[in-house]
């Protein structure tokens, strides 16, 4: 026979049971998405400048690059509080070998050297890249529109999305005639940059291969870029329990 039950032994009471990984009747579980879209002006353009040099010895090409991308630095630089970030991401020498005759001959020497640039004055864009491509054996790409990664747009989007969640959860709990009692989980699906419905085609490539600089006299006229919009997404999971409806 068994033991009677002690209600003084710890061991002995009444343990709630564990939650279960679904709703009941006294608890009903409703599971929604919250989602949000927001386009936004963007904070950052960014231009890469590729200067390039060549000569029948190293000597003449390593110069002639100096001297080009020193020329760039120096007008980059002019510009202020307009440029953000001004960064060297490569540079090469690279020798060319004669296609013909014994042994190996250098025919001559090619030279680049690439720098990225951000700017944050859109105004001053337009006549920094035009101003830039006058330059000998220069090419300039871009430009390239962002946010920054810690820009509010980012936050407002996901806030967006986990009000959307709420507002979802609520109607349903209305067409049932109850209210939401607790939210269970809220799970980041992620919030990202997105492609615009209608990209624009890519930006186009500015290059010069002149052999002499431009004066004030000839100088081009700035060009006048338009900021593309950046669109941003988000999408949230959440999960609400339910005051029990009367059906």
Do not use: C
Not at 74 to 95: C, H, I, M, N, Q
Not at 109 to 134: I, P, Q
Request: no cysteine; proline share 9%; net charge negative.
């Amino acid at each position: 026979m068994a033991n009677p039950r002690d209600p003084t032994d710890p061991t002995e009471q009444d343990t709630p049971p564990p939650p279960v990984p679904y709703g009941t009747p006294d608890a009903p579980r409703i599971a929604v998405r919250g989602e949000a879209h927001l386009e936004v002006d963007p904070e950052i353009a960014r231009i890469t400048v590729t200067v390039g040099a060549r000569g029948k010895d190293r000597r003449t090409a390593l110069d002639d690059l100096t001297r080009r991308n020193t020329a760039v630095l120096d007008l980059v630089k002019t510009y202020g509080d307009a440029v953000e970030r001004l960064e060297t991401g490569a540079f090469s020498l690279t020798p060319e070998l004669t296609k013909h005759g014994r042994g190996e001959r250098v025919r001559t020497y090619h030279g680049a050297v690439r720098t990225t640039a951000e700017l944050t004055d859109f105004t001053a864009l337009g006549e920094l890249v035009t101003r830039l491509a006058d330059h000998d054996l220069t090419s300039v790409d871009g430009p390239w529109w962002t946010l920054r990664p810690d820009s509010p747009a980012h936050r407002d989007v996901r806030q967006k999305a986990v009000h959307e969640a709420v507002q979802r959860a609520r109607e349903y709990a209305e067409a049932l005639g109850t209210t939401l009692d607790a939210l269970l989980e809220l799970a980041d699906i992620g919030a990202e940059n997105t492609q615009p419905a209608y990209p624009r085609p890519p930006a186009a490539r500015m290059r010069t291969m002149s052999y002499a600089g431009a004066t004030e006299e000839t100088a081009a006229a700035p060009l006048d870029l338009e900021p593309q919009r950046q669109h941003l997404h988000a999408s949230v999971n959440a999960r609400f329990t339910l005051r029990p409806p009367r059906l």
